[in-house]
């Protein structure tokens, strides 16, 4: 049964309402049977939303199933990311890291889904909408975070930093960044202040990983296929209208000359690593989308990923388009 009759305060509309499309793509992945990610929540969150009723939650209920362009391509490039991006963070608290920001948290259920380390802390930066939303749908199911979870209200386009210090973030201890889809939203001068103020409040062991897309590198035809028209014409979310236009900056290189240690990967990197995932092909939408680890002053590894070509490990400045296109397939010293 839906809990919501009426509009819903940030998630029906703009950058919010993506957040419900990946909260689909989880709940779908969840119940595969070689599922790379499973969050038990994730179906609530569609469910409590409206004019989300034909939404898919369960892979026999995807047409076309792994052809399908929206749910099955896009869909499991969303699940894939969730397995990469968990797996990040986890690694991150086994080497001791007790301090995790999710930046655009969304509607992502980490605090409660993943086995988190005793003392553990997870800050949600999100949008007041967002988190409100989130929170009465957590509230119906019960649930119950695994780690100690602060939700923080903040508008990423402008100074977040206060907001997440009033929260009781801890900057002399290592974090422990994520910013999972959320970099494609944000203008160039935006992401550079971000950049500057993750720098700014990491102490060495400092972890971070984030997802770019490099939309110029997208030609008309890739922005006229399938997984793109088809997310706006079957449920009205226009992706290439919300990307931030115009060349992205080097945040690879600019964290390399500060000191990080700085990999990028192709989605499909990973692909191969778990042996399941999207795979690449002709006028692909997936292509320009790259994902970056970095490790704050130290030469630990930066990732999860595995040491294979087509990843790059940064120790200085690389162009925008080169860590967008992933053509750097070894060590750069």
Known sequence: MRTAAGPVPGVTAGVG??????????AVETHRPDALARDPFAAAFVRAAPDTADWPLHPDEVPGGASDPLWGRLGRYFGLRTRVLDDHLLASARAGVRQVVLLGAGLDSRAFRLDWPAGTVVHEIDSAGVLAFKQSVLDGTGAEPAAERRPCAADLRQDWTAALLGSGFDPSAPTAWLAEGLLLYLSAEAERRLIDDVDRLSVVGSTLAYEIKEV?????????????TETLERIGIDLPGLFATGPRPDSAGALADRGWRVAVH?????????????????DDALAANRWIF???????????GPAEPGRSVLTRRLSPRAAAGGRAGRDRG
């Open 17 to 26: 309402r993506t957040a419900l499309l990946v909260a689909a793509a989880r």
């Open 216 to 228: 110029t590198a997208e030609s008309p035809r890739v922005r006229g296929g399938p997984v793109y």
């Open 266 to 282: 192709r989605p499909y990197d990973f692909t191969a690593l778990h042996g399941r995932g999207p795979l690449p092909e002709p």
């Open 294 to 304: 970095a490790t704050a002053g130290r030469s630990c590894p930066v990732g999860p």
